[in-house]
Nanobody, 118 residues
Framework: QVQLVESGGGLVQAGGSLRLSCAAS????????MGWYRQVPGKQRELVAA???????NYADSVKGRFTISRDNAKSTAYLQMNSLKPEDTAVYYC????????????WGQGPHVTVSS
């Protein structure tokens, strides 16, 4: 079973930066896509960014130009660099992995908190 372990969440002031990491273990050869979702209480989980194993990326409009997703296939690790953070970026951020190009993600991390203070 693939396991995803995130790190890097915390508290930051508006305008600051954070980097989230997501390390995969187990049969990581199964992972084609990796992504980051976020969720705030009372709202649906939303996709922030995703990346395939060939490096193709897509982003939510709300984070384009501020967030960058990357991936180190040799380390089976994905990253989310978050710059120019805003209070509305405050959420629980979940790493996700999937063996397919489309459809729901199969594997999920535990979700570190990111809090952006104004």
């Amino acid at each position: 079973q693939v396991q995803l372990v995130e790190s890097g969440g915390g508290l930051v002031q508006a305008g600051g930066s954070l980097r989230l990491s997501c390390a995969a273990s187990g049969p990581t050869f199964r992972i084609y896509r990796m992504g980051w979702y976020r969720q705030v209480p009372g709202k649906q989980r939303e996709l922030v960014a995703a990346i395939t194993n060939s490096g193709s990326t897509n982003y939510a409009d709300s984070v384009k130009g501020r967030f960058t997703i990357s991936r180190d296939n040799a380390k089976s690790t994905a990253y989310l660099q978050m710059n120019s953070l805003k209070p509305e970026d405050t959420a629980v951020y979940y790493c996700a992995g999937d063996s397919a190009a489309l459809g729901p993600f199969d594997y999920w991390g535990q979700g570190p908190h990111v809090t952006v203070s104004s």
